[in-house]
């Protein structure tokens, strides 16, 4: 597995587990950024902020791929889908982890931490990033997802 750098956020509901998918991640080799989580649990966070964080540093050149936690993983990877150029995956088991590399060329991770326990999210994590996109016929799709939608900027 190749050693990328990561961007992760989190709304309220991920706050607890991102400390420790980012410890998972830094023992890899990976360099990882926490670019938005909540410091005070009694102030909410709102999901859609927390996915343009990690959406606009992949763009800005600043992290490889990202990883977005929130209580289901839905909110997030909406979020994050509306973002052109980000094509986001919401994973819950191993199979959706491969595929939506190998086939989708996935940039963004989103997981739910009502959901998954953390070593749960640490494997599936390691199956993603140790994915690579498979291109041939599914070099088109992906140009097909990323032009839906498309005007010309990073958001329509």
């Not at 992290?63 to 993983?73: Q, W």
Request: some cysteine; glycine content about 8%.
């Amino acid at each position: 597995m190749k050693n990328r750098t990561i961007s992760i956020a989190s709304d309220h509901r991920g706050h607890d587990v991102v400390d420790a998918l980012k410890k998972h991640l830094v023992s890899a080799g990976h360099e990882v950024n926490i670019v938005a989580r909540p410091e005070d649990l009694e102030q909410p966070v709102d999901y859609p902020d927390a996915a343009e964080e990690v959406t606009n540093s992949i763009l800005d050149g600043g992290a490889d791929v990202g990883v977005l936690v929130c209580g289901s993983g839905i909110g997030m990877s909406m979020a994050a889908n509306r973002v052109r150029g980000v094509r986001a995956a919401l994973v819950a088991d191993p199979t959706a982890a491969e595929m939506s590399r190998r086939h989708n060329d996935a940039n963004v991770l989103c997981m739910g931490a009502s959901c998954l326990d953390v070593p749960t999210m640490c494997s599936l994590l390691d199956t993603w990033l140790s994915t690579e996109f498979e291109g041939g016929r599914h070099e088109a799709r992906v140009r097909k997802i990323d032009s839906i939608g498309s005007c010309g900027e990073a958001t329509c």
